[in-house]
């Protein structure tokens, strides 16, 4: 699996009904859960390389080479949406909380550009909302 095999694959290969090796994984079995993730997030990482390696196939059509790394992209966006995900982080989240600064300006420290610039800018509001 680290190597990008799917987890059926690699049980057919070597002879192991699927449900055994999950239960196997659910039960920790000699430590196996923590093997068995080690070995996921390695096999995300194959994905990433295989996409590289789709992407430069003279062999496939177009169409085939997109779907292909579409789908091999979703997954990883799905299982690590972290570091693969296409999300636009717009809220915090415990890793990267949001900070929210507010200043009070003072205007008797603003110099005659940055006011005219100011008024200028209360104009536009007025005029815009009006419309």
Same mark, same amino acid.
């Given at each position: ?27 920790? #079995? ?11 997030? &390695?096999?995300? /990482? ?6 590289? /390696? ?11 080479? #997109? ?11 799905? &299982? ?8 636009? %982080? ?16 003072? &205007?008797?420290? %603003?110099?005659?550009?940055? %006011?005219?610039? %100011? /008024? #200028? ?11």
């Amino acid at each position: 699996m680290a190597e990008g095999t799917s987890l059926r694959e690699v049980c057919r290969d070597n002879g192991m009904p699927e449900s055994t090796f999950r239960q196997w994984i659910r039960d920790d #079995r000699d430590g196996l859960a923590a093997r068995y993730q080690a070995a996921r997030v &390695l096999q995300v /990482e194959s994905w990433s390389d295989q996409i590289l /390696e789709l992407a430069n196939r003279d062999d496939l059509e177009p169409n085939d080479k #997109r779907v292909r790394v579409d789908a091999l992209k979703w997954l990883m966006s799905k &299982l690590v949406p972290k570091k693969w995900g296409e999300r636009l %982080l717009v809220a915090g989240d415990a890793d990267s909380p949001l900070h929210i600064l507010h200043k009070q300006a003072d &205007l008797a420290a %603003l110099t005659e550009a940055q %006011l005219a610039g %100011l /008024e #200028r800018f209360a104009k536009t509001m007025v005029i815009a909302k009006a419309e």
